[in-house]
């Protein structure tokens, strides 16, 4: 689907009092509620740098943009739209958004430590062939939760700080690592 028929389903779902996947339990409800208005706020303030433009506007060749993601993750919630803004930047991107558990062949492609990490942004040329991966968050955030859970802080607990580090950062991290990739 495209960009804003995600957003789209991702607001019909909430109206019904569901989120994308399988669980529809009271906390992923939460997550949801929290990560669309999250997504809404990036969408309408969050900025591409000149370096991301000037990067993006220099694919001269096809691209498709694919990111795997769910309503309910917080990961996804500042990175998607900053990658929908880069793809918006250049007509030769297209973007298709997938959710993850629609998706699993997809998805067990590009595992991160063994796990269903999402977002992941994979890009391919106008053949098919893979150009770039990314995901599931910028390096200092993946530090930040690697380090967490490794001194088993509480999800709860680093889940605060991450959005902290993710607001801090206004999408600088998630642009700069994928203009990298090209």
């Not at 680093?158 to 959005?163: C, F, I, K, P, T």
């Amino acid at each position: 689907m495209k960009h804003q028929e995600y957003l789209d389903l991702v607001e019909e779902l909430l109206a019904e009092n569901k989120t994308t996947g399988d669980d529809h339990s009271e906390s992923m409800i939460h997550y949801t509620k929290m990560n669309f208005q999250r997504m809404k706020r990036w969408q309408t303030k969050g900025q591409l740098d000149e370096k991301t433009i000037e990067k993006i506007k220099g694919i001269k060749a096809p691209q498709k943009w694919v990111v795997l993601t769910e309503g309910w993750c917080g990961d996804a919630a500042h990175s998607v739209p900053f990658i929908a803004k880069m793809a918006e930047a250049n007509p030769n991107i297209s973007l298709e958004v997938k959710l993850r558990d629609e998706n699993l062949d997809l998805m067990d492609q590009y595992l991160t430590n063994g796990g269903r990490s999402i977002p992941k942004l994979i890009a391919f040329d106008e053949t098919g062939n893979e150009l770039f991966n990314w995901g599931p968050r910028p390096a200092q955030m993946q530090e930040f939760v690697l380090e967490s859970k490794e001194n088993e802080v509480p999800y709860s607990e680093y889940n605060v700080g991450l959005q902290k580090i993710y607001n801090a950062d206004k999408g600088q991290s998630i642009q700069k690592e994928i203009i990298e990739k090209f």
